[in-house]
């Protein structure tokens, strides 16, 4: 049934695309690998694992020309696992993106399940992540994993003043007599001008639910133990831990010197759960070097802190393009968290029972 699904659908783009003369480019991207982790609940764990460095992806996106400077625009794109075939999300064929909108000289309007702001324009900023898929800021409470608004409506200028973009976007809660459960809406700028990129963005999510021990390692939540821990056995006692708010800004800047680019970015992110607040902040600096054409080599340094507890994370990869299309990488995460926490890296594994985690990936990625 899928099959046949994905075949009709992809079948119905192109040929409405060649009735109405407007361009749809079927593309994707594959990337799969072997990672080694450390004491992943408490024993070290070889794994197939794919969607690393960069997320498994089909997409279908596309264009019509309306005339005047006007033209149609849309994405599908659907996240899926390399080694079983299966959506990442059931039931959910296209998790990634789903939006069509109006392209104009003004500006792009858009609808649908949309990347927020801190992933469109503060994501880019997470030096770690360009070589280690892993090294997203722990727990991604600060959004830099590619999260989305889901039943949005979204706005994004056009390139202005010689490198300024700005949009703003809301996603509905679709909820009856609930406007504002599950909503959210975000907001960012960025200004790219020869070697520099300097962006902001600010996202809030209304109730959103969170996994505090999966995500960051931790045993007690807002004063609420949400773990237990019992020789090599761990208990996760609030994976769905509903929150009042989230609210997270953040600033980055990147600045590139020759074949190397310096990377550096800043997140607060504020959680409010019934009267109380707590608040995460993250700090990460660090470098891309294009050794050659074909050679990079990445390195990043995170340090987080929330609710007394601290995270230390360093990222170090080395990526070789094969052709246009086709890269190798290795790349390897040591975290170090204070007591009290398990570490887990980038909420990919499970938390370490201990106050440290390391990994070490080779990988391969390829793009259609």
């Given at each position: 049934?899928?099959?046949?699904?994905?075949?009709?659908?992809?079948?119905?783009?192109?040929?409405?695309?060649?009735?109405?003369?407007?361009?749809?480019?079927?593309?994707?991207?594959?990337?799969?690998?072997?990672t080694?982790?450390?004491?992943?609940?408490?024993?070290?764990?070889?794994?197939?694992?794919?969607?690393?460095?960069?997320?498994?992806?089909?997409?279908?996106?596309?264009?019509?020309?309306?005339?005047g400077?006007y033209?149609?625009v849309?994405?599908?794109?659907?996240?899926?696992?390399?080694?079983?075939?299966?959506?990442?999300?059931?039931?959910?064929?296209?998790?990634?993106?789903?939006?069509?909108?109006?392209?104009?000289?003004?500006?792009?309007i858009?609808?649908?399940?949309?990347?927020?702001?801190?992933?469109?324009?503060?994501g880019?900023?997470?030096?770690?992540?360009?070589?280690?898929?892993y090294?997203?800021?722990?727990?991604?409470?600060?959004?830099?994993?590619?999260?989305?608004?889901?039943?949005?409506?979204?706005?994004?200028?056009?390139?202005?003043?010689?490198?300024?973009?700005?949009?703003?976007?809301?996603?509905?809660?679709?909820?009856?007599?609930?406007?504002h459960?599950?909503?959210?809406?975000?907001?960012?700028?960025?200004?790219?001008?020869?070697?520099?990129?300097?962006?902001?963005?600010?996202?809030?999510?209304?109730?959103?639910?969170?996994?505090?021990?999966?995500?960051?390692?931790?045993?007690?939540?807002?004063s609420?133990?949400?773990?237990?821990?019992?020789?090599?056995?761990?208990?996760?006692?609030?994976?769905?831990?509903?929150i009042?708010?989230?609210?997270?800004?953040?600033?980055?800047?990147?600045?590139?010197?020759?074949?190397?680019?310096?990377?550096?970015?800043?997140?607060?992110?504020v959680?409010?759960?019934?009267?109380?607040?707590?608040?995460?902040?993250?700090?990460?600096?660090?470098?891309?070097?294009?050794?050659?054409?074909?050679?990079?080599?990445?390195?990043?340094?995170?340090?987080?802190?929330?609710?007394?507890?601290?995270?230390?994370?360093?990222?170090?990869?080395?990526?070789?393009?094969?052709?246009?299309?086709?890269?190798?990488?290795?790349s390897?995460?040591?975290?170090?968290?204070?007591?009290?926490?398990?570490?887990?890296?980038?909420?990919s594994?499970?938390?370490?029972?201990?106050?440290?985690?390391?990994?070490?990936?080779?990988?391969?990625?390829?793009?259609?």
């Amino acid at each position: 049934m899928k099959r046949t699904m994905i075949a009709a659908l992809v079948g119905a783009a192109l040929s409405t695309g060649a009735l109405a003369q407007s361009s749809v480019t079927l593309s994707g991207r594959l990337d799969d690998g072997i990672t080694y982790v450390t004491k992943e609940g408490g024993s070290s764990n070889t794994r197939m694992d794919s969607g690393v460095l960069f997320p498994n992806l089909w997409i279908l996106s596309g264009h019509e020309d309306l005339g005047g400077g006007y033209s149609t625009v849309f994405k599908l794109s659907s996240l899926f696992n390399v080694n079983n075939g299966q959506l990442n999300q059931d039931n959910t064929l296209f998790g990634q993106q789903a939006w069509v909108g109006i392209q104009s000289p003004y500006g792009t309007i858009s609808m649908g399940n949309q990347f927020d702001f801190s992933a469109e324009y503060f994501g880019q900023f997470n030096v770690g992540s360009a070589g280690s898929g892993y090294a997203i800021h722990q727990g991604d409470f600060d959004h830099t994993n590619n999260d989305r608004l889901k039943n949005s409506i979204k706005y994004m200028s056009p390139t202005l003043f010689g490198g300024l973009t700005f949009g703003g976007m809301y996603g509905f809660s679709n909820t009856p007599g609930s406007f504002h459960d599950n909503s959210g809406w975000s907001v960012g700028a960025q200004y790219a001008n020869g070697p520099l990129t300097v962006a902001a963005a600010y996202t809030h999510v209304a109730t959103p639910t969170i996994d505090p021990y999966a995500q960051i390692g931790v045993h007690s939540f807002f004063s609420q133990t949400v773990a237990s821990v019992t020789g090599n056995t761990a208990t996760d006692l609030a994976p769905a831990f509903q929150i009042r708010s989230l609210g997270t800004l953040g600033i980055g800047a990147s600045y590139a010197i020759g074949d190397v680019t310096l990377f550096g970015n800043f997140s607060d992110t504020v959680l409010k759960y019934l009267d109380m607040t707590s608040v995460m902040h993250v700090y990460e600096g660090g470098a891309t070097w294009q050794v050659t054409p074909a050679f990079e080599l990445v390195g990043g340094y995170q340090h987080t802190g929330f609710e007394g507890h601290t995270w230390n994370q360093v990222t170090a990869a080395a990526l070789y393009l094969l052709s246009k299309r086709t890269e190798l990488y290795v790349s390897g995460d040591y975290l170090k968290a204070s007591a009290g926490v398990d570490a887990v890296i980038g909420a990919s594994f499970q938390p370490s029972l201990t106050g440290n985690q390391t990994d070490l990936r080779v990988g391969i990625y390829h793009s259609f």
